[in-house]
Structure formats: C-alpha cells, structure tokens
C-alpha cells in the first residue's frame, strides 16, 4: 500500500513526475543557487549519448553533473545512463557525478550493481544521496508549487504550512493597504467637498492670506499628499514582503544545514532570530516617556509649575 510520498504522485504521469521532483529538489537543496542549470546538452561515450538533470561548469572548465530519480531505477535506459556515466568519469570529461534517488523505491539488481561500482572505483568522484521519504514528500511540495494552476494540498507537510501561512499574512497585509488607500480617497474627497460644519469652522479662523494660493491650488496639494501617502505604503508593503522573503530562505538555508548535520551561518540565525518583519513584538517595552512629545510637553508643564512656586 503506498504511502504519503506514493499517493501524492501516483495520480501524476511519469514524465511530469520528474518534472516536479527536479523543480522542488532545486529549491531543496537549494542547486541553482550553487551553480547548476538544465541544460540540454548530450555527452557521448562508447557511441551512445546520454543527458543529465543538472550541469554545473566552474571558472576551470571542469564539469558537474546531477541526475535525480523520484521513483525506480531500472530498465535498458538507466542502465544505459550509468554505464556512460563511468566511461565519461574514466575520460575525465565529467569531474564529479551527484546521483539522487528516494529511499524505499526499487532498485534493480543491475542498476544496483553499476551503482556500487561507481562508488568502489570512483569514490572521490561520484555520490550516491539517497533521500528520505520525509524530505521527499517536502521537495514534492515544492515541485508542486512551479506547476502552473496547481493547488498544493499535501496535508502532513510542513513546507505547505508556511507557505500557507505566508500567503495569508500577505493577503492581510495587501487588505490593509487597500483599505489605507480607500480610506485616503475618502479623506481627499470629503476635503474637496466642504460641509456646512466644516464651511463653519473655516469662517471662525483667521483670514487667509491670498498669496497662499486659491482653493485649486491646496486641493492639488491635498491630492499630491494623498498619492504620496499611498506610494509611502506601498513601498512599505514591498520593502516588509523583501524582508519576509530574505528570512524564509534564511529558514531554508538554516533547516537544510541541520538535515546535513552543518553549522549554519551566523547571518542566517540572526536573520531568522528575528521577529517577522511587519509584525510587532508582543514583547517589545514600552516607549520611554523621554521619547514621546507626550511625556516631553509633561515634564516642560511640571517645570513651570514649580516656577510658579518660587
């Protein structure tokens, strides 16, 4: 009976099934940040062409290969794939190979054979990564996430959860700057559009200078405000959303570094360390009344009090 990692491909066609894998595995382990790309290149050996998920090439021209199986190893084509594999590694055209496979999916006894092989003559030179059924299911989620229209419904993973939990806050936070806009708007209008309340308050004041300008010329000040306060928002919304997105690969980075038993960076722990950006502290201390026009114009008040005694 198939489990979690089985149900949630099993609906999925072979092809698209390494698609998915592929995309979340490089969000995974994070391969494109360290240099790989797909590449349909074909490297040819013994007159047959093989091609390789991930290729990397350095500043010396030397070559890094990753091939990633989701599923079964077996069949003519793997194996046909491995044995070009170690005669590309004999030439020296290929200067380290990454095979990534999921544990508990079959392996047949010749794949299997060409595999212990690899690791016996070319241990410096090519890693088998056998990846757990858990991160498995967590790369699936990510993959999932890349396909256009996909809804990402994988209960049980905690990838899924903060994304959702992400995508809300962001929801919430777009919500707000819509109804500040509105709200804007509102204020603008009501100002363009003076009532008998505010017609009386207006005639109670002192008279206003004419070189000021006329009533067109502070609506255009009042609409020039209102759009500036709305673009202040906004670049608030963008610089909090830059920030959150810094800190979830900083959490990224600092989980993967644990799988891999690494130290992660000290960077990395402050940036994650820290309170989500946009959302206050529930411990942060109360402002000191030296800080607040509040408590200055308090203690200017007591000090002419005590004036007033002397």
């Not at 995508?167 to 819509?178: F, I």
Request: hydrophobic share 25%.
């Amino acid at each position: 009976m198939p489990d979690g990692y089985g149900k949630d491909r099993e609906r999925y066609e072979n092809n698209k099934r390494g698609r998915i894998f592929e995309h979340g595995a490089d969000r995974f382990f994070r391969d494109r940040a360290k240099g790989f790309a797909r590449r349909s290149e074909k490297f040819r050996a013994a007159g047959k062409s093989i091609q390789f998920d991930k290729i990397r090439r350095d500043d010396r021209g030397k070559t890094f290969t990753v091939e990633e199986k989701s599923g079964r190893i077996e069949g003519p084509k793997d194996e046909k794939q491995l044995r070009v594999l170690r005669a590309l590694l004999d030439r020296g055209e290929i200067e380290h190979h990454l095979l990534r496979s999921v544990q508990g999916e079959t392996v047949s006894g010749a794949c299997r054979d060409l595999i212990n092989d690899l690791v016996r003559d070319f241990p410096d030179r090519f890693s088998h990564q056998v990846i757990s059924r858990t991160d498995a299911r967590q790369i699936w989620a990510l993959g999932l996430q890349r396909e256009p229209g996909q809804q990402l419904e994988l209960p049980g993973v905690g990838e899924h959860a903060r994304q959702q939990t992400d995508r809300q806050r962001e929801g919430r936070q777009q919500q707000r700057t819509r109804d500040d806009r509105a709200r804007i708007e509102r204020d603008t209008g009501r100002q363009q559009e003076p009532g008998p309340d505010l017609e009386r308050q207006n005639s109670d004041r002192e008279p206003v200078d004419p070189n000021e300008g006329d009533a067109e010329q502070k609506r255009q000040r009042d609409a020039a405000d209102a759009a500036s306060r709305a673009e202040k928002a906004r670049a608030r919304d963008e610089s909090i959303e830059a920030a959150r997105r810094l800190q979830r690969e900083a959490a990224e980075r600092t989980a993967e570094a644990a799988r891999h038993g690494r130290e992660p960076s000290v960077a990395d722990l402050l940036r994650v360390s820290q309170p989500t950006p946009g959302v206050e502290s529930p411990f942060r201390a109360p402002p000191s009344p030296r800080s607040t026009r509040g408590g200055r114009e308090s203690r200017a008040r007591e000090r002419g009090i005590e004036r007033d005694r002397w």
